[in-house]
């Protein structure tokens, strides 16, 4: 599978009839109002994100490959790493000359060590390879207000 697109975005829907995918709030940055104490001890923020990859078989060869997503902070440290196995579909309903496919990958906590640009970079894997190769990387600005501050 060739890799066409990745997007960063708050949700998607996707349309069974048509195969149409709408991306809802695409973005590249994102701001949380936090209380510094539970920050600190929990370091996660709740975040409802997904990563949209649209997928090309042009050649119709490839029946499944591994998917993943890592974290990257701003200081490289890599926060979480998840991956997604992905199988060309085999429905009747979808027709046999259809070629793409489209994953959705959703994370729904963000693990935070600071304010600033963080990565999330998207990697495939087919069975017969050793290593994972990556496809796309998706910046994002992460901004950190705390509650004490906007009191004062």
């Avoid at 959703?106 to 495939?124: C, D, E, H, M, R």
Wanted: glycine fraction near 2%.
């Amino acid at each position: 599978m060739k890799h066409i697109w990745s997007i960063l975005c708050q949700t998607s829907i996707r349309d069974q009839d048509t195969n149409r995918t709408s991306i809802i709030n695409a973005m590249d940055s994102i701001g949380f109002i936090v209380d510094r104490a539970k920050l600190e001890a929990k370091k996660n923020i709740p975040a409802n994100l997904e990563i949209v990859s649209l997928w090309d078989n042009d050649k119709k060869r490839v029946k499944e490959f591994l998917v993943r997503v890592d974290l990257i902070d701003s200081q490289k440290k890599v926060l979480i790493s998840s991956e997604l196995p992905v199988a060309r579909p085999n429905n009747k309903h979808i027709s046999s000359e259809a070629r793409s496919v489209t994953t959705r990958m959703s994370i729904n906590l963000l693990p935070l060590t600071t304010a600033g640009q963080y990565l999330f970079k998207v990697s495939q894997k087919y069975p017969e390879d050793k290593k994972f190769n990556t496809v796309a990387e998706l910046p994002l600005e992460i901004k950190i207000k705390y509650q004490a501050d906007i009191k004062k």
